[in-house]
């Protein structure tokens, strides 16, 4: 992982957390307050417009604080002053979820098993701004179960996603990146959307790792290019040195002595280059094995091409 990549997210995301908590914290505040004008009031449909204020106000303090208690407890406040118990129910129940032991919320459980499940109208249609924050959630729920489903993809694909020589395995890793990079992006937009009313750090920080390992497979990728790109070479320079072993078996002057021996040179210089090339990929630790047989093949056709031009040089002097 990126340590200061990691670093400036934390950075922003804590600022960030901290602008959203005072939001937050202002709605709560108009929420309790909005609640406690409707108990004062004895005119329902004053009592009923105060409960909405304060309905909206938790909900909105809710798109700022998706895993805080306190905005689920007011909206189970509204729910039980309303008469509307089982919702109210749902959102305590959510409260214990985020805290076990939170006091308020097991004093409210209790309080409502002493009184009716009656239901009333007042709320049967939820507020359109928590209808969206509720929209909201869903989209976050479903950006979580993309993200550990992309890290199960990505923890069973790695020890099968090492460098490589075969071209097979290259192309169905190449793949399996191609389609990885379009989900991961595609999982980042939406974070991003989400972003705009939900704290999203918890996806961001398990997003990181993704980018690293992507990262780390891309350059995999790349070296196993070079090695397959090396092995083609090797096999390239066989084939090139057999054909040029014929054609002089065939026609022994098809080449005067200084463009044999440049030739040699030139088979010399690449045999030089190929050695090098394998001794680097050596130091990283990949397998080699099927280059360093492949160069060793190269090496003896190219010393039984020196020893027929050493014979050929002879009988022409």
Same mark, same amino acid.
């Given at each position: 992982?990126?340590?200061?990549?990691?670093?400036?997210?934390?950075?922003?995301?804590?600022?960030?957390?901290?602008?959203?908590?005072?939001?937050?914290?202002?709605?709560?505040?108009?929420?309790?307050?909005?609640?406690?004008?409707?108990?004062?009031?004895?005119?329902?449909?004053?009592?009923?417009?105060?409960?909405?204020?304060?309905?909206?106000?938790?909900?909105?303090?809710?798109?700022?604080?998706? *895993?805080?208690?306190?905005?689920?407890?007011?909206?189970?406040?509204?729910?039980?002053?309303?008469?509307?118990?089982?919702?109210? $129910?749902?959102?305590?129940?959510?409260?214990?979820?985020?805290?076990?032991?939170?006091? !308020?919320?097991?004093?409210?459980?209790?309080?409502?098993?002493? #009184?009716?499940?009656?239901?009333?109208?007042?709320?049967?249609?939820?507020?359109?701004?928590?209808?969206?924050?509720?929209?909201?959630?869903? $989209?976050?729920? *479903?950006?979580?179960?993309?993200?550990?489903?992309?890290?199960?993809?990505?923890?069973?694909?790695?020890?099968?996603?090492?460098?490589?020589?075969?071209?097979?395995?290259?192309?169905?890793?190449?793949?399996?990146? @191609?389609?990885?990079?379009?989900?991961?992006?595609?999982?980042?937009?939406?974070?991003?959307?989400?972003?705009?009313?939900?704290?999203?750090?918890?996806?961001?920080?398990?997003?990181?790792?993704?980018?690293?390992?992507?990262?780390?497979?891309?350059?995999?990728?790349?070296?196993?290019? $070079?090695?397959?790109?090396?092995?083609?070479?090797?096999?390239?320079?066989? !084939?090139?040195?057999? @054909?040029?072993?014929?054609?002089?078996?065939?026609?022994?002057?098809?080449?005067?002595?200084?463009?044999?021996?440049?030739?040699?040179?030139?088979?010399?210089? $690449?045999?030089?280059?190929?050695?090098?090339?394998?001794?680097?990929?050596?130091?990283?630790?990949?397998?080699?094995?099927?280059? #360093?047989?492949?160069?060793?093949?190269?090496?003896?056709?190219?010393?039984?091409?020196?020893?027929?031009?050493?014979?050929?040089?002879?009988?022409?002097?």
């Amino acid at each position: 992982m990126d340590i200061s990549q990691l670093a400036t997210l934390k950075t922003a995301q804590s600022q960030q957390r901290n602008s959203r908590e005072q939001v937050a914290h202002k709605y709560l505040q108009l929420g309790y307050e909005s609640l406690a004008q409707a108990g004062l009031s004895s005119d329902f449909e004053t009592q009923k417009s105060h409960l909405l204020k304060s309905f909206d106000s938790f909900s909105m303090a809710l798109r700022q604080q998706r *895993q805080a208690s306190e905005p689920y407890l007011g909206l189970a406040c509204v729910m039980m002053v309303s008469d509307h118990f089982e919702r109210a $129910q749902a959102y305590l129940d959510k409260v214990l979820s985020l805290e076990p032991e939170h006091p !308020e919320a097991l004093a409210l459980i209790t309080r409502l098993d002493s #009184v009716s499940n009656e239901i009333t109208e007042d709320f049967e249609d939820e507020p359109e701004d928590f209808a969206a924050a509720e929209e909201f959630e869903a $989209q976050y729920d *479903q950006a979580l179960k993309s993200l550990q489903i992309l890290t199960q993809s990505l923890q069973m694909a790695i020890p099968r996603l090492g460098v490589t020589i075969d071209p097979r395995n290259y192309a169905q890793t190449q793949k399996f990146v @191609a389609n990885y990079q379009q989900k991961l992006e595609s999982l980042k937009q939406q974070v991003q959307r989400i972003e705009l009313e939900l704290d999203t750090q918890e996806l961001q920080v398990q997003i990181l790792p993704l980018d690293s390992s992507l990262k780390a497979i891309v350059n995999y990728l790349n070296d196993s290019k $070079q090695l397959i790109q090396l092995n083609q070479m090797i096999l390239s320079q066989i !084939e090139s040195c057999e @054909a040029l072993m014929e054609s002089l078996k065939a026609e022994p002057d098809s080449l005067s002595p200084t463009d044999l021996n440049s030739q040699l040179e030139t088979y010399l210089d $690449q045999s030089d280059r190929i050695a090098d090339q394998i001794d680097q990929f050596e130091v990283k630790g990949y397998p080699i094995s099927e280059l #360093v047989s492949a160069y060793e093949s190269f090496v003896k056709k190219f010393d039984h091409l020196e020893e027929l031009a050493e014979d050929l040089l002879a009988a022409s002097q």
